[in-house]
Every structure is written in structure tokens, then in C-alpha cells.
């Protein structure tokens, strides 16, 4: 290393907290870090890769389509979401619109394949 540790120290205990606001945002930029932990952590151990993407827990369904079979889709709207016949209606009739949203990918493919068997096209995001 060319720099000593304790001169990097030194150096930055003899900064302003504005220079040393500037350093901190600098250092996070470039090594792809926060110091919301504390500052000495992400000092000591910059980050050499991206961390991995965190994997989806919640999943939303989305009528994109009502199909040629609109009742029978209002009719699995209304099983699914517990809306009245005008609210599920207006809902099919809106689409796209989002049917169910926040649930596990189970229960988001399990409606998916209700919707599409009743004639509807939709997704889950």
C-alpha cells in the first residue's frame, strides 16, 4: 500500500465534517457502498462485487386482458378477491389492472392459471 493507514487517519482527522461528508459520499460512489452502518465499517471493507439481488418474496397478478369469456373471468375475479359483482366488473372491464397483489409466487401462479382457464391473459410481475 503506498499510503500508511495512519496517515490516511491523521488525514482524515484533520478535515471538516464538511470535507469529511464529501469524502464519505466519494468513497460510497466508487466502491458501491453506504456508510449508513458506520463510516469505519465501509472504510475497512469496501465492497469488491455488487451484491447479490435480493430474490422476490411478493408477487403481484395482473389481468392484462379479459378475453372473449368476460363473464367467466369477473366470475374468478370475484372467487379470488372477494369484490362484488360491479367492483369485479369494473375491474375486468379496466384491465390492466392489478387483481392481487403482495402475495407468495404459489398463490400468484395459482390465480394466474385460474384467469387463464377462465379465458383471461395475465401476468405475474
Request: hydrophobic share 55%.
Amino acid at each position: 500500500m503506498a499510503v500508511a493507514k495512519e496517515e490516511i487517519l491523521d488525514a482524515i482527522a484533520n478535515m471538516t465534517v464538511l470535507e469529511l461528508s464529501e469524502l464519505i459520499k466519494n468513497m460510497e460512489e466508487k466502491f458501491g457502498v453506504s456508510a449508513a452502518a458506520t463510516a469505519a465499517v465501509a472504510i475497512a471493507a469496501p465492497v469488491a462485487a455488487a451484491p447479490a439481488a435480493e430474490e422476490q418474496t411478493e408477487f403481484s397478478v395482473v389481468l392484462t386482458a379479459a378475453g372473449d369469456n368476460k363473464v367467466n373471468v369477473i366470475k374468478v375475479v370475484r372467487a379470488i378477491t372477494g369484490l362484488g359483482l360491479k367492483e369485479a366488473k369494473d375491474l375486468v372491464d379496466g384491465a390492466p389492472k392489478v387483481v392481487k397483489e403482495g402475495i407468495a409466487k404459489a398463490d400468484a401462479e395459482a390465480i394466474q392459471k385460474q384467469l387463464i382457464e377462465a379465458g383471461a391473459a395475465c401476468e405475474v410481475k
